[in-house]
């Protein structure tokens, strides 16, 4: 069976509410708090987002992780402010965010598609992000639930490693 290059989902259930994992998605701030470094979300005029405001649908964004000179820029492709997000992200590719309740818990279900199949792109984004994903959504779930952010800050010595 040839593998599926073009995509790939990854799920983990997080004891925290549906519109607290909602907003770990969609406000800065929380953003901020398992993901990234620095999140700027811009409206559709160009203009900032205040840091605890919900983004929209059309909105853009400006993503910074600790130790990485790039910055990732993407649109949010839809948001419906409850349970569902799609944005762009790694060129052409889009990431759709799931969220569904599961007694205590929220099922956070991450889906990555439209990935290109040339051999960079089955390397740099289909591999890499499955592994970026999975620390990350580790992470989100150790914030929520524990309080401990498992990223590291400190040494930039370390960048790439996992703490």
Same mark, same amino acid.
């Given at each position: 069976?040839?593998?599926?290059? !073009? ?9 925290? #509410?549906?519109? =607290? ?17 620095? &999140? ?6 160009? !203009?900032?987002?205040?840091? #605890?405001?919900?983004?929209?649908? /059309? =909105?853009?964004?400006?993503? +910074? ?15 419906? /402010?409850?349970? *569902? ?7 052409? &590719?889009?990431? =759709? ?13 991450? %889906? ?11 390397? #740099?984004?289909?591999?890499? &992000?499955?592994?970026?994903?999975? *620390? ?14 498992? %990223? ?6 370390? +960048?790439?490693?996992?703490?």
């Amino acid at each position: 069976m040839a593998k599926d290059w !073009t995509s790939f989902e990854l799920k983990i259930a997080v004891k925290a #509410g549906m519109q =607290d994992m909602y907003d770990a998605w969609t406000k800065a701030t929380q953003v901020e708090k398992w993901f990234l470094q620095a &999140c700027t979300y811009l409206k559709k005029d160009g !203009t900032s987002i205040a840091a #605890g405001e919900r983004v929209q649908t /059309g =909105d853009t964004y400006a993503w +910074r992780w600790y130790f990485y000179d790039e910055t990732e820029h993407g649109e949010i492709r839809q948001a419906n /402010g409850t349970n *569902f997000l799609q944005f762009s992200f790694a060129g052409n &590719c889009l990431v =759709d965010v799931q969220l569904e309740p599961a007694g205590d818990y929220t099922l956070v279900r991450l %889906r990555q598609h439209n990935i290109p199949t040339d051999e960079a792109s089955q390397f #740099g984004i289909r591999i890499g &992000c499955v592994e970026g994903w999975t *620390f990350y959504l580790t992470n989100l779930k150790s914030v929520y639930e524990y309080g401990h952010d498992l %990223r590291n800050k400190t040494h930039p010595e370390l +960048r790439g490693v996992n703490n």
